[in-house]
């Protein structure tokens, strides 16, 4: 059961505290793209931040953009498979 | 899920920050105790040292790790003290650097300044696959800064 603080999105939140800077703390945004799993840092009024895939609905880096759709929890299954045929080559004919 | 907390205070000897990156934290899934998926959901950072007389600034940054370097091992605390030990393997200050390929956090601050990053969202989490030796490196340099620091990582076993 999901409880009311895990809500399904991308949003990330930062902290940053400076004495050096003129603002003592410094709050920011942030969003992890949906594609490569990137943490992207929303600086309003600072360039295009990325975009939002039209397949999988997520928010997506600017690396990302154009790339097609690679949903993050997609490129792991590959990977945890590709590891597990190399697994399963690798081992002894005799088994 | 269960989450776990650790840093680079928890074993060895904390590494001084140098101009190449130094890894000061890593977890990754390990098929000797059973290869799981994991996630971050909350790194903060800060300078662990006197500040340089020069001002500089220090680049933090975590990046997909796909082999070991040369490390201590590190016993994950679980927040909630009634679960179990976690699944994933952590080591901490790196002597030598491991094997890393995708950058998937990175900020630069100044020498002074600590953050906090937490991920409220479920997939706003940074997500390492169910692949022995594949997880996270938690890094950073400075040009300038030589001093120690400190990497606080917060993950969940999945």
């Given amino acids: ?95 | 899920m269960a989450r776990y907390h650790f840093d680079n205070r928890f074993a060895g000897s904390q590494q001084p920050m140098s101009s190449a990156y130094k890894t000061a934290c890593a977890v990754w899934s390990s098929t000797a105790t059973q290869a799981r998926r994991g996630r971050c959901v909350g790194i903060t950072v800060g300078a662990d040292g006197a500040p340089n007389a020069t001002d500089c600034q220090i680049i933090w940054q975590v990046q997909r790790q796909t082999a070991d370097g040369t490390s201590t091992a590190a016993t994950p605390n679980p927040i909630v003290p009634a679960d179990t030990a976690s699944l994933q393997v952590a080591h901490v200050n790196y002597t030598a650097e491991g094997t890393y390929t995708l950058p998937v956090w990175g900020r630069p601050l100044n020498q002074r300044a600590s953050m906090q990053w937490m991920a409220p969202d479920l997939d706003a989490a940074i997500l390492w696959p169910a692949t022995n030796l594949a997880g996270l490196a938690f890094m950073a340099l400075s040009p300038t800064y030589t001093g120690n620091f400190l990497i606080v990582v917060e993950y969940e076993d999945l």
């Fill in chain 1, 1 to 95: 059961m999901p409880y009311g603080h895990e809500m399904r999105g991308q949003r990330g939140y930062s902290i940053i505290t400076d004495p050096s800077a003129k603002k003592l703390t410094t709050e920011e945004d942030t969003y992890t793209c949906g594609h490569c799993g990137k943490v992207v840092w929303v600086q309003p009024l600072k360039g295009p931040l990325g975009g939002r895939c039209t397949c999988c609905d997520h928010l997506i880096c600017l690396a990302c953009v154009g790339k097609g759709c690679r949903p993050l929890q997609k490129q792991l299954e590959l990977m945890e498979r590709r590891r597990q045929y190399v697994e399963v080559l690798d081992r002894p004919l005799s088994e």
